[in-house]
């Protein structure tokens, strides 16, 4: 399971998801990067593994490339660490020294993700030209009291928009970003934007990409840590 969707970030109801996986006889592994442990806690809601992909907002510089399990039960996590060993997906000491680092200002990071990406999301589905806006802080979001009661301390910094237009007029207003720049990742200081449907999500079909809600107007917005004014008066232009 994932906490938070990439990219509409849809909010998962992990215990309900945990406790009918356990009934089954199932493990319990999500994939939490999106929400950062300060977002959400899953071994607490019943999770029997985390995972995190380090190179996001744990280290949160965007320099570093790692990942992170956490085990709710101890025996588990001397079968996949002796696995791990074995295959040497071990990070380098000066990864290993760029995540600790970073992780000494995890909690101040998700704080300002958060509230910026609030202030951004919230702007921007007041937008003539923005169709959707994919934000669990949004009151109409499918998601927002799910996300209120399993993420009390912010949802991380990563929501989606659906610009009103085609393919060429999104490429357009990406291009036209000033402030943001073009990439994939997520979870750095520096506010990102990428399109699924040329990207991430290019391997599916109009027909597979409708049904998870993601259009050629998508546009994923990591949003990093800027002033809030900066970053909308550099969407607001590029609409514009
Ligand atoms: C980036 C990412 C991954 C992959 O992690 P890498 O560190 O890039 O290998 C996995 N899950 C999520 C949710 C991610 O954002």
């Not at 399971?1 to 990219?7: K, Q, R, V």
């Not at 406790?19 to 442990?37: E, M």
């Not at 965007?62 to 399990?69: F, R």
Request: aromatic share 6%.
């Amino acid at each position: 399971l994932e906490t938070l969707s990439n990219p509409t970030a849809q909010v998962t109801d992990l215990p309900a998801f945990f406790a009918a996986g356990r009934t089954a006889g199932l493990t319990g592994v999500v994939d939490n990067t999106f929400a950062s442990p300060i977002g959400c806690r899953p071994i607490s809601l019943g999770a029997d593994v985390v995972v995190h992909s380090s190179t996001k907002f744990l280290s949160g510089h965007g320099d570093v490339l790692g990942g992170i399990a956490s085990f709710a039960d101890a025996a588990l996590h001397r079968r996949v660490w002796s696995h791990s060993l074995e295959t040497g997906t071990i990070a380098d000491p000066f990864a290993a020294w760029l995540t600790l680092r970073g992780l000494a200002t995890l909690g101040l990071r998700m704080r300002r993700h958060h509230e910026n990406a609030d202030g951004l999301a919230t702007f921007l589905s007041g937008h003539p030209r923005i169709a959707k806006v994919h934000w669990p802080g949004l009151p109409d979001h499918p998601g927002h009291e799910l996300a209120r009661r399993l993420l009390p301390h912010g949802y991380g910094g990563v929501f989606a928009i659906d610009v009103d237009g085609g393919r060429k007029e999104t490429i357009e207003f990406t291009r036209r970003l000033r402030v943001a720049d073009r990439a994939v990742s997520l979870g750095g200081f520096k506010t990102l934007v990428q399109q699924p449907s040329a990207t991430s999500h290019r391997s599916m079909d109009a027909e597979g990409l409708r049904a998870i809600g993601i259009t050629e107007g998508t546009v994923r917005v990591a949003v990093g840590l800027e002033h809030l004014d900066d970053l909308t008066a550099d969407f607001a232009q590029a609409l514009d």
